[in-house]
Structures are given as C-alpha cells and as structure tokens.
C-alpha cells in the first residue's frame, strides 16, 4: 500500500509523469551483427558510395540492427508514441517559500567539508584544483582572477606560434574578452563585493553553445552562429548564467562534429588526445571540456548530452559529469536540433565543484516549465531520508561490459554497500537491445532532417547521416512507441523501489584506441566500438533521466586491471561508473556522487599532463614582481 501512495504521490509531484506500468516480460537477449570499421581514405570512398547508391545505405542500415524494431512490433504496437520525455516538477515540489530567499546563494551545502579535505591530504595523486580552491586563493589575496587567466591564455590559444599541446581542445579564444572579465572580477574582491562561488573561476565551454562575440561551428567547417537573439544577445541562457556569475569564460571548446559519434574525432579542427593515455581518444562529444578538466586547465566546464556525450568523456577522462533531467537546461535564446534527447549539462573536477556549477546553471529560463531549484545540498538525509539508499542493479545488461569494467565497478559497489549504507537490488528491463537501436533511429532522423547538404561534413559523419534518410516513418513511430514502453516500466520500477538509483558502467569498453594516425586526418566510422560506448548511456537521454558518471578506476585494455594505483604510464585508461535516477532527482545523484568521491578516493589520480595552473600563476607572478 505504501509503495502504491508514493507512486500517486509522486505522479502529483511531477507533472507528465509516465503511468507505472510493467513491461513485457521478455528475456535479454543481443542478436547484434558485427560491422567493420571503416578508417582512413578509405572512408571518403564509403561516404560516397552511402550517399549516391541507395540500396547499400538499406544494406548496411539492416545489418546495423535498425530493423529490428519490427521484430518487437506485437508487444509495442498498441502503445501510445512519446515524442518528448520532458517530465516537468510542480513548483511545491522543488521550491518552497522558506527557500525562495535562498536562491541567490549559489553556495552548496555540505557537512563533511573536513573529510573531503582529509581525503585530498591522504590521496595527493588524486587532488584537483575546485571551484572552492579558486575563492579561497582570490579571498586571501594569494591570486587574483587575472594572474590565473594570465598564467592560461598561453596554455589555450592557437593564435600563436607555437601553440602548446593544451590548445587542441580549444577552438577559439577572445583574449580581450577574457582579460576584460578577469579584471572585471579582480576588481570586484579587491572592493569585497564578489558575486559568489564562481566569481573568477576559469571555465570554458563546448562549440555548440552561443557566445556573443564568438563563432558557432558545432565542430564543423561551417559555421551555425546564432540569430535569434534576447536583449540584444545570442548568448545561450546557461552561458549567461555564468557571465552573471563572474564565471571567466576562457573560450570555446572542442567537440566531435555535431555530436554525432563518441570518440572526440574532429579532422576539421584537430583532435584532444587522452589526457591520461594519448593512444586513446578523449571520449565525446564533449571531448574538449573533458580533456580541459581533466588536464586541469579548468575546475567545470559546460558540454551537452544527447547519447552520452556528457558522461562518456567524462568516465574516459577520469573526472565527473552530469546529464540533467530532459529540459532541465535552456538552450534559448537558439533551439535544441536534438529535441527529444538531448541536453546541456556540466564536467566537473570534483563532485562539489560540479554542484556548484549546476546550482548557476539551472536557474530556469522564463519560458522554461522548470520552477525554481532549491539549494543543493550535498549531504543525504540519515538513512536515505523518506526512501532507503537502494542501487537498481539489471546484471544481464551490466554483464555486456569487459570483465575488468565488470570487476571495477562492482567493487564499487560492494563498497558503498558495506561502508555508506547502500542495498543493491535486482532489477529487470524490457526491450534494452532494441531501445538503443530506438535511441539511435532517432538521433540519426533529426540528423538527416537538420542537416540535408552534407558535401562540406566530415566523411564519418556523411556515412550516419545518409543512414539516417533511410529511416522509414513506421519504424521511426516504433521508436517512439517503446519509449513509452521504457518509461512506463522505469516509472513502474520507481513504484517498487521509490528512490533507487539505477546503477552501471559508464561504457561498456576500455576506452576507445586511436588505431592510427590517418584516422585523426580523414576520420572514422566504427559502429560496433560506438555502439559499445552507448551501451548505458542512451537510456537516460531517450527516456529523459538525470544522470551522473563518476571515477571508478583504471583498467589497461591489454592486461586487466590496474592494481595498487601505484604505477602510471602502463597503457591504462580511467572507468567510470554511472547512476541514473528518476526525473528531477539531480540532487539526489549529486549526494550519490558525494560518497562514491570518497569511496573511490584511491582510485583517482590526475593524469601525467595535468597543469598545476596555481602553481604556475603564483611563479608568473613572483617573475613580475
């Protein structure tokens, strides 16, 4: 009964709310054929070949797996498509009148500050530079916002002569624009009026965000800048709420072209290496803000979210990231290409710093149904508060990833089951095969349809989006279809379960390898290692989930794990191991990324090219004089 009230409880809570409904109870079962990967100048020729002769784009889109929706026809047929997964909550819900007054305090509450520090004294290797660092150095006078921007425009540009390995995830920077904000902000500490948490933090953001001053390329050779402007501005509303913030936005970031595949590949601009494994690619598409964070250039950093492209960079990288609830994020004053999966969200160094920035970001738009969020809060109320702290484990589709993966991160999760108060549960999920084929008809659809001339795209990205024009309309209203199925059965598991957190790899692979160097000129399209990458992640962006991605470890791909921590430059690349949680529970996946930060403080190290910027920017400052 109790179970039964929460779930109309929560259905009043949340308007849109799916109807909790179990899915059919079918077993799980992959019957995926293989696909070879295509690298080289030989994917000129394929790209080609996929857009002018139509019966091999059928070919290939069958093998890949697209058809396999009209298998599954007799179980979904009668559901009621879903186009948009946007779950909105009732103002009460998440803002009150005792917190209204709070909201222009973007400060994170937190009661165990001490054990975080105690955790960075005991685990050096692991320490990065936060949000909360940056303050504390500006309030005391140690820097200034100036000094640190001064010590990163020579790491960062590509506008000079020798341009430093850094600058490859950075498309473009305004240095006047930057030294403006930087003595705008030293300024402000100096007259003790700061503007709060991000006051003078260096940041950067992803090309597919507009900025004022700057151009839009969405990684490509074209350019897409925004017109459609807002108080005489294009600049997107989250990006304005880091200018407001004081926030010294250090220029635009890399991605893969128009987000359309993970790896971080871009032969238009240039491609980030691993900051932890150069033989290795960044992850995308967020691949410059994870590599930026990372590398320690910058504590947050903004990217977007539309099949992973938030959290696979970030477990890559060895850092966090959170993919907020669908809609959550304004993209206004432009518009979202992605609409029924995709989001804008932040990368972040450390789970407070990550808090901090969303916190900033999220406040809604005015044409945005979100109200207000209350103060975030790190900390979780004793004994999970109102619901237990229970993990949602779905083993079959866990098992998909490596055993080393397998092994990390159920470590992982014995930990936080034994030392912080965790149940794990089995859970079960219909159709999950065919719900990522679903995931991806319906990316490649909007890609085909937003972008018909593709002669001046990158070949990789040709060979997707002439896959996408093969999508009939029947099997695209399948797609949408099992959504529905999906969440209803995730709405129905949130029924049994009030409060779990569904747990799993980030990815299902360990990393993915630049196989060699004509790639990162001509491109590549692999499907198989793409679709191993996604194999997590799709659910929370089709079915418009919250979701985190934290650092679980290192595996090396050649030899297992990593043990001991003790030894860097054997090949290895970072894990990381993801939550998602039901709509609008951002900050419950927050405090989930609280603990496990310090589940798995000795599992974290910064990557042998990490930049000490404070160390630098106190040295250039001692040369000055």
Same mark, same amino acid.
């Given at each position: 009964?109790?179970?039964?009230?929460?779930?109309?409880?929560?259905?009043?809570?949340?308007?849109?709310?799916?109807?909790?409904?179990?899915?059919?109870?079918?077993?799980?079962?992959?019957?995926?054929?293989?696909?070879?990967?295509?690298?080289?100048?030989?994917?000129?020729?394929?790209?080609?070949?996929?857009?002018?002769?139509?019966?091999?784009?059928?070919?290939?889109?069958?093998?890949?797996?697209?058809?396999?929706?009209?298998?599954?026809?007799?179980?979904?047929?009668?559901?009621?498509?879903?186009?948009?997964?946007?779950?909105?909550?009732?103002? +009460?819900?998440? @803002? !009150?009148?005792? &917190?209204?007054?709070?909201? %222009?305090?973007?400060? $994170?509450?937190?009661?165990?500050?001490?054990?975080?520090?105690?955790?960075?004294?005991?685990?050096?290797?692991?320490?990065?530079?936060?949000?909360?660092?940056?303050?504390?150095?500006?309030?005391?006078?140690?820097?200034?916002?100036?000094?640190?921007?001064?010590?990163?425009?020579?790491?960062?540009?590509?506008?000079?002569?020798?341009?430093?390995?850094?600058?490859?995830?950075?498309?473009?920077?305004?240095?006047?624009?930057?030294?403006?904000?930087?003595?705008?902000?030293?300024?402000?500490?100096?007259?003790?009026?700061?503007?709060?948490?991000?006051?003078?933090?260096?940041?950067?953001?992803?090309?597919?965000?507009?900025?004022?001053?700057?151009?839009?390329?969405?990684?490509?050779?074209?350019?897409?800048?925004?017109?459609?402007?807002?108080? +005489?501005?294009? @600049? !997107?509303?989250? &990006?304005?709420?880091?200018? %407001?913030?004081?926030? $010294?936005?250090?220029?635009?970031?890399?991605?893969?072209?128009?987000?359309?595949?993970?790896?971080?590949?871009?032969?238009?601009?240039?491609?980030?290496?691993?900051?932890?494994?150069?033989?290795?690619?960044?992850?995308?598409?967020?691949?410059?803000?994870?590599?930026?964070?990372?590398?320690?250039?910058?504590?947050?950093?903004?990217?977007?979210?539309?099949?992973?492209?938030?959290?696979?960079?970030?477990?890559?990288?060895?850092?966090?990231?959170?993919?907020?609830?669908?809609?959550?994020?304004?993209?206004?004053?432009?518009?979202?290409?992605?609409?029924?999966?995709?989001?804008?969200?932040?990368?972040?160094?450390?789970?407070?710093?990550?808090?901090?920035?969303?916190?900033?970001?999220?406040?809604?738009?005015?044409?945005?149904?979100?109200?207000?969020?209350?103060?975030?809060?790190?900390?979780?109320?004793?004994?999970?508060?109102?619901?237990?702290?229970?993990?949602?484990?779905?083993?079959?589709?866990?098992?998909?990833?490596?055993?080393?993966?397998?092994?990390?991160?159920?470590?992982?999760?014995?930990?936080?089951?034994?030392?912080?108060?965790?149940?794990?549960?089995?859970?079960?999920?219909?159709?999950?095969?065919?719900?990522?084929?679903?995931?991806?008809?319906?990316?490649?659809?909007?890609?085909?349809?937003?972008?018909?001339?593709?002669?001046?795209?990158?070949?990789?990205?040709?060979?997707?989006?002439?896959?996408?024009?093969?999508?009939?309309?029947?099997?695209?209203?399948?797609?949408?279809?099992?959504?529905?199925?999906?969440?209803?059965?995730?709405?129905?598991?949130?029924?049994?379960?009030?409060?779990?957190?569904?747990?799993?790899?980030?990815?299902?692979?360990?990393?993915?390898?630049?196989?060699?160097?004509?790639?990162?000129?001509?491109?590549?399209?692999?499907?198989?290692?793409?679709?191993?990458?996604?194999?997590?992640?799709?659910?929370?962006?089709?079915?418009?989930?919250?979701?985190?991605?934290?650092?679980?470890?290192?595996?090396?791909?050649?030899?297992?794990?990593?043990?001991?921590?003790?030894?860097?430059?054997?090949?290895?690349?970072?894990?990381?191991?993801?939550?998602?949680?039901?709509?609008?529970?951002?900050?419950?996946?927050?405090?989930?990324?609280?603990?496990?930060?310090?589940?798995?403080?000795?599992?974290?190290?910064?990557?042998?090219?990490?930049?000490?910027?404070?160390?630098?920017?106190?040295?250039?400052?001692?040369?000055?004089?």
């Amino acid at each position: 009964m109790s179970q039964k009230m929460d779930s109309v409880s929560q259905s009043k809570r949340l308007l849109n709310y799916p109807d909790p409904l179990r899915g059919p109870d079918v077993p799980y079962v992959v019957e995926r054929k293989s696909n070879p990967p295509i690298r080289g100048w030989i994917i000129c020729a394929a790209a080609l070949i996929l857009e002018y002769v139509r019966f091999v784009r059928e070919i290939i889109w069958r093998n890949a797996g697209f058809g396999d929706l009209r298998k599954i026809r007799p179980y979904i047929e009668d559901y009621e498509p879903w186009f948009e997964p946007q779950i909105v909550p009732y103002p +009460d819900f998440e @803002t !009150t009148d005792e &917190v209204k007054d709070e909201l %222009e305090d973007d400060e $994170i509450q937190e009661t165990e500050a001490t054990k975080r520090d105690d955790l960075r004294h005991k685990y050096p290797q692991a320490k990065y530079y936060s949000v909360e660092d940056y303050r504390k150095l500006y309030l005391s006078g140690a820097l200034t916002p100036l000094d640190v921007a001064q010590a990163l425009l020579p790491l960062i540009r590509r506008d000079v002569e020798n341009p430093t390995e850094y600058s490859s995830a950075w498309f473009d920077s305004k240095v006047d624009k930057v030294l403006a904000a930087a003595r705008a902000s030293t300024q402000r500490y100096k007259e003790g009026r700061s503007l709060g948490p991000l006051d003078g933090v260096p940041t950067g953001v992803k090309d597919e965000y507009d900025i004022d001053g700057y151009e839009t390329n969405l990684g490509s050779k074209n350019i897409y800048t925004g017109t459609i402007h807002e108080e +005489d501005s294009i @600049t !997107t509303w989250c &990006v304005r709420k880091l200018q %407001e913030s004081g926030a $010294i936005i250090l220029g635009k970031l890399s991605m893969h072209e128009f987000g359309l595949d993970t790896t971080g590949n871009n032969p238009v601009h240039g491609t980030p290496r691993n900051p932890h494994n150069p033989n290795y690619y960044t992850g995308g598409s967020s691949s410059g803000t994870g590599y930026a964070v990372s590398a320690g250039l910058i504590p947050i950093g903004l990217g977007s979210d539309g099949g992973g492209s938030i959290r696979i960079p970030s477990s890559l990288c060895g850092v966090f990231g959170l993919k907020p609830t669908h809609g959550r994020l304004s993209f206004k004053p432009g518009q979202n290409h992605c609409l029924t999966c995709a989001c804008l969200g932040p990368i972040a160094a450390d789970i407070k710093s990550l808090a901090t920035v969303f916190q900033v970001i999220c406040k809604p738009h005015p044409s945005s149904p979100f109200p207000p969020l209350k103060r975030l809060s790190l900390t979780a109320p004793p004994n999970g508060g109102s619901h237990p702290k229970v993990l949602g484990i779905p083993s079959a589709w866990f098992a998909r990833a490596t055993p080393a993966i397998q092994t990390l991160c159920n470590t992982m999760i014995r930990r936080l089951c034994s030392d912080h108060g965790y149940t794990a549960v089995e859970i079960d999920m219909p159709f999950l095969p065919e719900g990522q084929i679903a995931h991806a008809i319906t990316v490649l659809t909007d890609a085909a349809t937003l972008l018909p001339e593709t002669s001046n795209l990158t070949y990789g990205n040709r060979i997707l989006i002439a896959l996408g024009t093969v999508t009939p309309a029947s099997d695209y209203m399948l797609a949408m279809k099992l959504r529905r199925v999906l969440m209803q059965h995730l709405s129905w598991l949130w029924q049994q379960y009030p409060g779990m957190l569904i747990v799993t790899p980030t990815t299902s692979c360990e990393g993915l390898p630049i196989k060699s160097k004509s790639e990162l000129k001509w491109g590549v399209n692999d499907g198989d290692r793409t679709l191993q990458s996604m194999e997590y992640v799709w659910l929370a962006n089709f079915c418009g989930l919250p979701s985190i991605s934290v650092p679980a470890g290192f595996v090396n791909p050649e030899l297992g794990l990593v043990d001991d921590m003790d030894v860097q430059g054997r090949g290895e690349v970072p894990v990381g191991l993801m939550a998602m949680g039901e709509w609008c529970a951002e900050e419950q996946l927050l405090q989930f990324g609280a603990v496990c930060e310090e589940a798995g403080a000795d599992r974290r190290r910064r990557p042998p090219i990490w930049v000490d910027v404070v160390k630098k920017a106190k040295e250039e400052v001692a040369q000055r004089g």
